[in-house]
């Protein structure tokens, strides 16, 4: 008898727990969420086109400066008019040149970035972007690679124009 009575009782404590669910389905829909009691569906990926990883690009295969540009930009020149610092990381990668842009201009000009860790310096195009003075700057590959930066580093450098 006393086992009858067990199994009742878990059978009755089963439907009221199941009974209990459909209170909570609701209002999971009305909340926005899903119907609880279905398989949640998982999107097909996109077709889109494939990267090509069986020929890895370097930093040197994307550079597109030559080495006549590296040496005129890294030639030393006057200190000229001091701009302030900024924190710079990696800008487009495909886009050429040595430029920095920073929120410490206001109009595009000439001017030259310093690695004050290291005393590295180069010749940049400054081009100016919104934001605070505070605000990161972004520099380009061949500028980071004359500098001699890691292009995964945020580096602190010295504006001047």
């Known amino acids: 008898m006393f086992r ?4 009742r009782l878990t059978a009755i404590a089963a439907v009221l727990s199941l009974s209990a669910c459909a209170p909570l389905n ?4 009305a909340l926005g969420g899903g119907d609880l009691r279905t398989e949640p569906t998982v999107p097909a990926p996109q077709q889109t086109q494939a990267i090509p990883t069986g020929s890895a690009q370097t ?3 994307l550079d597109q400066s030559t080495a006549e540009e590296r040496v005129a930009a890294t030639r030393s020149r006057g200190p000229g008019r001091a701009l302030g610092q900024t924190v710079a990381s ?3 990668p495909s886009e050429p040149g040595f430029w920095l842009k920073t929120p410490l201009v206001r109009t595009p ?3 030259r970035v310093k690695n004050p860790a290291t005393g590295k310096s180069v010749a940049v195009t400054l081009i100016p972007i919104e934001g605070p003075a505070t ?3 972004r520099m380009s590959l061949s500028a980071m690679r004359a500098l001699e930066v890691r292009l ?3 580096v602190t450098v010295d504006v001047s124009s």
Do not use: P, Y
Request: charged share 10%.
């Open 26 to 29: 609701q209002l999971n829909l």
């Open 59 to 61: 930093a040197e295969a």
């Open 109 to 111: 000009s000439t001017g």
């Open 135 to 137: 605000a990161g700057s």
């Open 4 to 7: 009858s009575l067990s199994l």
């Open 90 to 92: 990696l800008g487009t």
């Open 152 to 154: 995964t580093d945020l």
